[in-house]
């Protein structure tokens, strides 16, 4: 295994690998070889995720070395901004080299169905590691939603997220450039929790949305300031085939209380912050989560790992973490974004198939103006 992008997330993906080994109780992936673009964050890296004394892993100046000689791994993880996903994806599924990508699977509709094409062409294995589905502790709440024997049937859900409460930079600022992020904080939260909809609720079919920007601009002591271009709030009613109905809100610059709410009603009781709520009560209980499968992993990450493996093995092998679900759920995202800016409501079909696709639009001719920024700074 090789890590291409050492950023935040990496740390997060070594994790799942080691307990993956852990609770394999035999090695499922060595990491060989990592990558970064930043001057010096490998060589860093290499230092905080391995003993001073120990064998870490090869620093490879440049991916494209990965592809052939001595540190070719059997796959990689690719942990850049997605709108290198493809770039950096290409050569890896052309060459037959099983490839775990981070979440969205794209930068917009267009790149996404790019790179589940080049998979099936090559039958090169991938898949897209999406924690809000996977661990077994998230496959036990998602089964006892979906049993509907203490909940009934989903028919309300609320789900509210802000960020960014003390009004600095959110993370890096790549999160708030349209062609780098797509849809902005709302695609890098937003397909979590679209995707967790997708395996509680089922097919999404419309959206209405509304949009605000707050802060055309955002000042960094490190990066200093930079012109912001994405939504910083979103706020939908998405309409699912089930006759579910979701309010969906995003607030990137709020100010004030931390608030993070997702609520689900259903015919029987209610459900929030993993407890139940029965229809005429006001006591909260633990709910009667299956046992679920004790060969899953805990850890996410390591489930999504345990996903490629199988893949490997079989290249297009049933998983969870399935690239065209990933798409589904920046399909929705995409869908709001389009009905914000048309003013209409949107089917998520269309923009599936590319006949709903004027926001999208924006996002490649914002595109086209990321070569005249650094990445090295930005990342």
Not at 69 to 90: F, K, N, Q, W
Not at 317 to 329: D, F, K, Q, T, Y
Request: hydrophobic share 40%.
């Amino acid at each position: 295994m090789a890590f291409i992008g050492l950023g935040q997330i990496s740390g997060a993906h070594f994790h799942g690998l080691n307990k993956l080994n852990l609770h394999r109780a035999e090695p499922g992936f060595e990491l060989i070889a990592v990558t970064d673009p930043q001057p010096g964050r490998a060589e860093t890296w290499v230092r905080e995720h391995f003993p001073k004394d120990a064998v870490g892993p090869k620093i490879v100046a440049d991916y494209r070395e990965l592809l052939e000689g001595p540190h070719r791994p059997d796959a990689v993880s690719i942990l850049v901004p997605h709108h290198l996903h493809l770039e950096i994806a290409r050569p890896f599924l052309e060459a037959g080299i099983a490839v775990q990508m981070q979440k969205p699977i794209g930068l917009a509709i267009r790149d996404s169905h790019e790179i589940i094409a080049l998979s099936t062409k090559h039958r090169t294995p991938l898949v897209v590691s999406e924690p809000s589905i996977l661990g077994r502790q998230r496959r036990r709440e998602i089964e006892w939603i979906k049993a509907g024997t203490q909940l009934g049937e989903p028919t309300v859900l609320f789900d509210q997220a802000v960020i960014d409460m003390k009004g600095g930079f959110f993370m890096t600022p790549w999160r708030h450039l349209k062609g780098m992020a797509g849809a902005g904080w709302f695609i890098d939260h937003g397909v979590h929790q679209t995707h967790w909809m997708l395996e509680t609720l089922g097919p999404c079919e419309s959206v209405m949305a509304r949009t605000r920007q707050i802060e055309p601009t955002r000042k960094d002591a490190r990066w200093g300031e930079v012109k912001v271009d994405t939504e910083d709030v979103a706020a939908a009613v998405l309409r699912f085939a089930s006759g579910a109905i979701v309010q969906f809100s995003v607030v990137s610059g709020g100010r004030g209380k931390e608030h993070r709410l997702v609520l689900l009603y259903g015919t029987k009781g209610s459900w929030s912050e993993g407890r139940f709520t029965p229809a005429g009560s006001r006591d909260a209980l633990d709910p009667a989560y299956p046992d679920g499968d004790v060969a899953l992993p805990d850890d996410p990450f390591a489930h999504s790992y345990t996903e490629l493996l199988s893949r490997m093995r079989q290249w297009d092998c049933p998983v969870i973490g399935s690239p065209e679900r990933a798409l589904e759920a920046e399909a929705i995202i995409y869908a709001c974004l389009e009905s914000a800016h048309t003013g209409r409501e949107v089917r998520v079909q269309d923009v599936m198939g590319g006949k709903a696709d004027v926001y999208e639009q924006t996002v490649w001719k914002a595109y086209e103006e990321v070569g005249k920024l650094s990445l090295e700074k930005l990342t």
